[in-house]
């Protein structure tokens, strides 16, 4: 056997033998993800616009009285919203939180102490605990 292509007249290139067979031609492969990926970003030729989202004033808001727990911030007379302090119960749970599970862990110390932190937010109880350090509170 040899190891070169054999050329015949109208047929295709055949392969004989060795160790590695010849360079063939690439073909670009669409793997299911791409071609999904594909299909969200294209728009399918339409020259439809997007619609934009209603502005701020017309957005549904859930109502404040839906909650059965105080919020964590009350709105004034004046349209301003006036932050309410961290309770003791709160920062208590957030060193107990973070003694427990470690700086950063603002999630996991959310869910862990839901009933205490239920009107806080991960970032707020960051905070707080920033604020605790920098008073020396922890």
Known sequence: LSASPKNRPG??????GGDTPPPQEEQEQTTPQLKNMIAICSDGGSNEELEEPPPRSERKRSPA???SSPPSSVLLPNGKRRRMRFTDVEK???RQGVYK???????KIKSEYSMELRNRTNVNIK????TMMNKGEV
């Open 101 to 107: 599970f470690g700086v950063g862990r603002w999630s």
């Open 92 to 94: 208590d749970a957030i």
């Open 127 to 130: 905070d707080c605990y920033r």
């Open 11 to 16: 047929s295709a290139l055949v392969y004989s």
């Open 65 to 67: 009285s839906a909650s």
